[in-house]
């Protein structure tokens, strides 16, 4: 059996404390310092922060190597990880390739289908699922064995999330695919972009009826618009996301100008909001190429400094 350490993240969330995370997608070439200059902006407000894994199906500098980058910043990683482009001998091999460097903290997710990306012509893989990933790594750290049974040298000490979507149809699945979730093993969830506060709130109240608050630290994810069109384009083209009539009415009733700022105002008013939502364990801030604004994201919500940890 393995002794798992917990990692920087976990504490934060064993603690009590209200965790933030935030996101960063590797550049679209082999420099790495793309993502410590981005690491560097957001670093002292976050506790730990996501890499993409060719985010939107589109060929980006791998994910393992861009935690690598931040991992010898000395800062906590989340390595994000997608089922779409690699079978479960590739995917056991990554994972055990993240905790030789003392990556502790794994996003097990699906990923977008490859017809959105750079390469619709590429095969996908999906040789297992994000559930059955989620199992992967639990089986892999409490039981110490590969898929195939045989016994693991030094297993991965992971701390284990996925995705959660309130907002895809049919509505009524999203509890019960949750509870699956949790049922497979994993331990903290990181949700879409909410902007549709009262939906986010009836499906927070549904994962409470069922007591699954208490089994798994929820995540509520956060993105601030920059401009009214990417309201509109969020709303209309985005699949699986809910933007009200009201809040792309707002974002474009002001000027051009200040939209940027009218944006961050939005996101800043969900996070006080959500704080006082029961079950909401901390923020996941996906500011994707506007990683500067981070830092007066989370200090304007309250949730700076952040606390230390040993």
Known sequence: MNTKTPSRLEKILAAGHLAVTSECGPPRGSNGDAITKKAEMIKDYVDAINITDNQTSVTRLCSLASVIHLKLMGLEPVLQMVTRDRNRIALQSDILGAASFGINNILCLSGDHQSFGDNPQGQNVFDIDSIQLIQTVRLMRDEGKFLGGDDIDQPPKMF?????????????????????????????????????????????????????????????????FKSAGMAKYMKNRVPGMDVPDEVVKRMSDVPKEKQPEEGINICVESIQRLKEVEGVRGFHVMAIEWEEKVPEIVERSGLYPRPKIE
């Open 160 to 224: 284990v999330g996925a995705a959660a979507n309130p907002f895809a149809d049919p509505f009524e699945i999203r509890v019960p695919r949750l509870a699956k979730k949790i049922a497979a093993g994993v331990e903290f969830i990181q949700t879409q972009c909410i902007y549709n506060l009262e939906k986010f709130e009836l499906w927070m109240k549904q994962v409470r009826d069922r007591g699954l608050h208490e089994k798994v630290y929820i995540l509520a994810g956060v993105t601030p």
